[in-house]
């Protein structure tokens, strides 16, 4: 009697293992041997975490940089939709480039104050270098920032990746991506040192094309509308 009853308790143990897992017999036989594995992968190209074989994360691949949308030295831009735009950042880039950079600081992040912040301590540093030395050479010290922003924001290629993808001697120095972000940091740097103007530029039309200005922040707006005017005829 005793061995019946481990007999039967025995039976509704598998019975209960088999309904609680129904996709073990599945599993097993898809894994059953390492050719029908290989063979499942090519088939379907997903891996184990749900992402297809091809993307470049899941292999190890590094994700490709966008390019700017126009070159450092296009000061008049393009001749596109935004031709408009691009000519205004030339004209104000060219009369008061302090204005120019507080507004691309200003669309960058739209905190109250950005633009009076940014403007005026880029107004002191340009008059305090032309004062003492003759031309801007403070302000770049200040606004190389803003390039580097940019460039992260809109995941952009630098100017060190650039040098590097174009002569390719540069690549062997570049152990992981903190290093790398310190190269392009420092190119940054003397981009806006060296070309100053043409930097501001090209940051002011790259930022137009992306980015809204704050003052333009879609808002619902309901209209409400009078009533026609309305006559009752006589019958």
Same mark, same amino acid.
């Given at each position: 009697?005793?061995?019946?009853?481990?007999?039967?308790?025995?039976?509704?143990?598998?019975?209960?293992?088999?309904?609680?897992?129904?996709?073990?017999?599945?599993?097993?036989?898809?894994?059953?041997?390492?050719?029908?594995?290989?063979?499942?992968?090519?088939?379907?190209?997903?891996?184990?975490?749900?992402?297809?074989?091809?993307?470049?994360?899941?292999?190890?691949?590094? *994700?490709? %940089?966008?390019?700017?949308?126009? &070159?450092? /030295?296009?000061?008049?831009? !393009?001749?596109?939709?935004? $031709?408009? @735009?691009?000519?205004?950042?030339?004209?104000?880039?060219?009369?008061?480039?302090?204005?120019?950079?507080?507004?691309?600081?200003?669309?960058?992040?739209?905190?109250?104050?950005?633009?009076?912040?940014?403007?005026?301590?880029?107004?002191?540093?340009?008059?305090?270098?032309?004062?003492?030395?003759?031309?801007?050479?403070?302000?770049?010290?200040?606004?190389?920032?803003?390039?580097?922003? *940019?460039? %992260?924001?809109?995941?952009?290629? &630098?100017? /060190?990746?650039?040098?590097? !993808?174009?002569?390719?001697? $540069?690549? @062997?120095?570049?152990?992981?991506?903190?290093?790398?972000?310190?190269?392009?940091?420092?190119?940054?740097?003397?981009?806006?040192?060296?070309?100053?103007?043409?930097?501001?530029?090209?940051?002011?039309?790259?930022?137009?094309?992306?980015?809204?200005?704050?003052?333009?922040?879609?808002?619902?707006?309901?209209?409400?509308?009078?009533?026609?005017?309305?006559?009752?005829?006589?019958?």
């Amino acid at each position: 009697m005793a061995k019946e009853d481990n007999h039967e308790a025995q039976r509704c143990e598998c019975e209960d293992h088999e309904e609680s897992s129904p996709l073990l017999q599945v599993n097993e036989s898809k894994i059953c041997s390492k050719g029908d594995t290989t063979k499942t992968a090519e088939e379907y190209g997903w891996t184990a975490d749900g992402l297809p074989v091809s993307q470049g994360s899941v292999i190890g691949e590094p *994700i490709g %940089r966008n390019q700017w949308s126009s &070159g450092l /030295f296009s000061c008049l831009g !393009r001749n596109d939709e935004f $031709c408009s @735009s691009d000519l205004e950042v030339c004209l104000l880039g060219s009369v008061a480039p302090c204005v120019l950079y507080g507004s691309n600081a200003e669309r960058l992040g739209s905190a109250p104050g950005t633009f009076s912040n940014h403007c005026l301590t880029y107004l002191g540093l340009y008059f305090v270098g032309n004062s003492l030395f003759g031309w801007n050479c403070l302000a770049p010290w200040f606004s190389y920032s803003s390039r580097s922003a *940019i460039r %992260r924001r809109f995941n952009l290629e &630098g100017s /060190f990746e650039a040098m590097n !993808r174009s002569c390719g001697c $540069c690549g @062997s120095c570049i152990e992981d991506e903190m290093q790398r972000e310190h190269m392009e940091t420092t190119c940054d740097f003397v981009t806006h040192v060296l070309c100053h103007t043409c930097a501001l530029f090209q940051e002011g039309r790259e930022i137009r094309r992306k980015v809204l200005h704050p003052g333009f922040n879609a808002q619902s707006t309901v209209v409400v509308l009078p009533p026609s005017e309305q006559t009752m005829g006589r019958k």
